[in-house]
C-alpha cells in the first residue's frame, strides 16, 4: 500500500471513529437506548499437522513442513510404524515469522521440542536470486540464526537443518564433497544465498564447540516432487518447466527454455530426500554436514530434464532452447560417498519415475498448486 493510501485510511478511520463517538453520545442525551458491543475475541492458535501420540518423549518440529520437503517427510512419517514414541509437528509460515525472534521463542515455549527440523528458507530459481539478493541474505541469515540461539536455549536435543549444492565454491574441482564448503566463494548468480547458509553450517560447528549442541545439516542437490512451488519466473527448474509445459500443451504452443540445455544436475526426489532426513536425524549425530544425493553417475543435463518432463506431459510440440538467456553454474556434481558409507542399502527413485509422479500430482493438483 502507498503512503498516500495509507494516510487516507488512517485518517478515515478516525473520523468514522469521532462520528461514532458523536452519535453514542446524542443517542444517551436522547435517553435512546446505546447497544455497546463486546470486543473481537482473538483468534484461536493455528493447530499445525501432527503424527504420532502426543505424550511421546521425543517431539520433532519441523519448519517448512507444509513446503516440498516438508511434505515429503509429512507423507514419509505418516505411513511409518515406527513413530510410536515420537510426536511430529509440522509448521507452516502462517504459525509465526520465523525471522523474528520473539515469534519464533513462543514456538519453542508452545511446542518444547526435542529435536527440531529446519527446512524453512527464503527459496526461488536463479531469476528469483538476481533479483532479490538482498532478501536472500536478511531472511536466511534471520531465520537460521534464530532458529540455532533458540534450540540452544531450550535444550534441543537434536537440529537438523538443510543447506544447498550451491554453496560450494564456484572454482572447484569435483565431485564436491562435505569438506570443500567454505574453500571459495559461491557462483555470483546466487552468493547472498549462498553465504546465508554457509553460516547456518559455521553456527552449528560453533555451538557444539562451545556448548556440546547436537546440531548438523544436510546438503542435498536438486529437489522436486510433489507440493513445489510452480511459480512461471521464481521457480527451480523442474517444477518451473513442468508448469510451463502443462500450458504449452493446454494452449497448444511451442515450448521455449532458457539457457543451452547444457548444465548437469543431480536430482534427488523429495520423498527419497525425506526419507534420508529422518534417517539423518534418527541417526546422524556429527555437527559436520552431510551430503544427500544421487549417486555422480546419475547427474543429467537439463537438455535431458526438459526431454523427461515433455514425455511425462505428453508434450507433442516443438520446444527450442534460447541461448541468449542465462545458463547459471555449469556443473555442481556432489560426492555421497559419506552417506554410502553410513546407509548402504538406500535405494533412490529412478529419476523417471519421480519426474511421472511429480507431473502426475501436478496435473491432478493444479487448482491449489502453488503457482
Not at 35 to 59: F, M, Q
Not at 87 to 111: C, G, N, V
Not at 211 to 218: E, I, L
Request: glycine share 6%.
Amino acid at each position: 500500500m502507498d503512503t498516500n493510501k495509507a494516510v487516507m485510511l488512517s485518517v478515515g478511520a478516525g473520523l468514522a471513529g469521532l462520528a461514532a463517538g458523536y452519535y453514542l453520545a446524542k443517542d444517551k442525551t436522547e435517553g435512546k437506548p446505546v447497544v455497546e458491543t463486546a470486543a473481537p475475541a482473538a483468534a484461536p492458535k493455528r493447530e499445525p499437522v501432527t503424527y504420532g501420540p502426543s505424550d511421546a518423549k521425543t517431539v520433532v518440529m519441523v519448519t517448512g513442513g507444509t513446503g516440498l520437503v516438508g511434505s515429503g517427510i509429512k507423507k514419509v512419517i505418516s505411513e511409518d510404524p515406527n513413530i510410536t514414541d515420537e510426536y511430529w509437528i509440522f509448521l507452516s509460515s502462517k504459525d509465526a515469522d520465523l525471522t523474528d525472534l520473539e515469534k519464533t521463542r513462543e514456538l519453542f515455549q508452545r511446542f518444547k521440542p526435542t529435536h527440531v527440523i529446519h527446512l524453512a528458507a527464503f527459496v526461488g530459481g536463479l531469476m528469483r536470486n538476481i533479483k532479490y539478493p538482498v532478501e536472500f541474505l536478511d531472511k536466511n541469515l534471520a531465520m537460521n540464526l534464530n532458529m540455532v540461539q533458540l534450540c540452544h536455549e531450550f535444550k534441543v536435543e537434536k537440529l537438523v537443518s538443510c543447506l544447498s549444492t550451491c554453496i560450494f565454491p564456484d572454482k572447484t574441482s569435483y565431485p564436491i564433497d562435505e569438506t570443500m564448503v567454505h574453500n571459495g566463494p559461491p557462483h555470483n548468480s546466487n552468493y547472498p544465498y549462498a553465504y546465508a547458509k554457509r553460516l547456518l553450517d559455521t553456527a552449528n560447528r560453533a555451538y557444539n564447540q562451545q556448548y556440546g549442541c547436537k546440531f548438523t545439516s544436510v546438503i542435498p542437490t536438486n529437489v522436486y516432487g510433489p507440493h513445489d512451488n510452480y511459480h512461471l519466473s521464481d521457480s527451480h527448474v523442474i517444477p518451473g518447466l513442468i508448469h510451463k509445459f502443462y500450458n504449452a500443451k493446454k494452449n497448444g504452443t511451442d515450448m521455449a527454455c532458457w539457457g543451452t540445455g547444457s548444465p548437469l544436475r543431480q536430482f534427488i526426489f523429495s520423498e527419497d530426500l525425506a526419507k534420508l532426513f529422518v534417517w539423518t536425524m534418527r541417526n546422524y549425530d556429527d555437527p559436520d554436514p552431510i551430503i544427500l544425493s544421487v549417486d555422480e553417475n546419475d547427474e543429467i543435463t537439463i537438455k535431458e530434464v526438459v526431454e523427461t518432463i515433455s514425455e511425462a506431459m505428453g508434450f507433442e510440440g516443438k520446444i527450442e532452447f534460447d541461448s541468449t538467456k542465462p545458463d547459471g553454474q555449469y556443473k555442481k556434481t556432489a560426492s555421497n560417498k559419506k552417506l554410502r558409507e553410513l546407509y548402504p542399502e538406500f535405494k533412490f527413485t529412478p529419476f523417471k519415475e519421480g519426474v511421472k509422479k511429480s507431473v502426475q500430482w501436478f496435473v491432478d493438483n493444479y487448482d491449489i498448486a502453488r503457482k
